[in-house]
């Protein structure tokens, strides 16, 4: 089959299209044939072992350390269920699916092979009134936001600020927000400002021209994306018992943030989600309502993914950079 792989950290250009051996199916396994994958900003991390120092060791040893031992990367995609395995039941062959890897990675790839309860993941039916390039999205940028902002018990009315409100996990966020009452003021560049006031924004933010932890406007939540925002500037902007959440914090993020949760009524949310299925249920309910859509930005085959690592590289993507991949009957 088909893949794109990196024997070597680096640049774009380490990744390259090959031919690889079809992954064998085990017993309580799905095979999927992939229609659409993403590339997110993790994928780019990864691929360059661009990390903060302290996780720099931990994510080393896991993908390898002088070298990739996963050499296939990608976190989520959206496809057909090819084969199953003899002790599944949930999934039968020609059902259309969307799935997260986990830390397996490996979904830029013509096929994938994932259990059928996964412990780390998600595998799960696409929304009817979705493409697949539209589902792909959804198991990490979706239910990334869907599990922070449920967390954070937003009540209609509120005022929420999303940091960071332009990428994958982001565009999900506003719409999420919104669907919970909320008042959403969305933080990004310039350029992505008329997308967000799209997608339901009342208030948008160019962080090239204002920082919003010196207006004096206070929030009933703030989701840092991009993990950016001052501490110490942006628990002053929320309410006395605020939600701070923080997507991609640091190591002393997390320990301030910690005390914070314990020494206030201010609370610090920041360990990493774990999809469960009502999750799922409720997110996929939200998008067969039409409340919620996947924001893409560009489309690439197969063959272009380093291209489209390029483009994620430069930090100006809109929601979803997708993946396509044409099979042959």
């Not at 993403?38 to 691929?47: A, F, L, N, S, W």
């Not at 002790?87 to 990675?105: C, D, N, P």
């Not at 198991?139 to 009540?155: E, H, N």
């Not at 489309?299 to 979803?320: F, I, S």
């Amino acid at each position: 089959m088909k893949a794109v792989v990196f024997t070597r950290y680096g640049s774009p250009d380490v990744l390259q299209l090959r031919q690889i051996a079809k992954p064998a199916l085990k017993d309580d396994e799905v095979l999927i044939k992939v229609h659409a994958t993403t590339v997110t900003m993790g994928d780019c991390e990864i691929r360059s072992s661009r990390f903060p120092l302290w996780l720099w060791p931990l994510i080393r040893i896991w993908i390898g350390v002088f070298r990739p031992r996963k050499k296939v990367l990608g976190q989520e995609l959206a496809g057909e269920v090819e084969a199953v395995g003899k002790s599944v039941t949930r999934f039968q062959k020609g059902e259309s699916i969307f799935a997260s890897t986990g830390m397996h990675l490996g979904s830029y790839a013509e096929y994938v092979v994932l259990p059928e309860a996964p412990e780390e993941g998600v595998l799960a039916a696409k929304p009817a009134n979705m493409t697949y390039a539209e589902a792909a999205a959804l198991p990490v940028g979706g239910l990334i936001a869907w599990d922070f902002l449920s967390r954070a018990t937003i009540q209609a009315g509120q005022k929420v600020l999303i940091n960071g409100a332009g990428g994958s996990i982001g565009t999900y966020a506003v719409q999420i927000a919104k669907v919970f009452g909320a008042e959403v003021t969305s933080v990004d560049s310039t350029a992505k400002l008329d997308m967000l006031r799209t997608i339901g924004s009342d208030h948008v933010i160019d962080y090239t021209q204002d920082d919003f932890t010196r207006s004096g406007v206070t929030y009933d939540v703030i989701f840092d994306i991009v993990g950016k925002s001052p501490f110490s500037r942006s628990l002053k902007s929320l309410q006395p018992d605020g939600r701070y959440l923080l997507a991609n914090p640091g190591l002393s993020y997390m320990l301030r943030g910690a005390w914070v949760s314990r020494s206030t009524n201010q609370k610090v949310i920041f360990t990493a989600p774990t999809p469960k299925p009502e999750d799922i249920t409720e997110l996929q309910a939200l998008i067969e309502a039409g409340q919620v859509k996947t924001v893409i930005d560009r489309y690439y085959p197969l063959e272009q993914t380093a291209d489209a690592h390029r483009y994620v590289d430069t930090g100006r993507k809109q929601g979803n950079v997708i993946i396509t991949l044409a099979h042959q009957s």
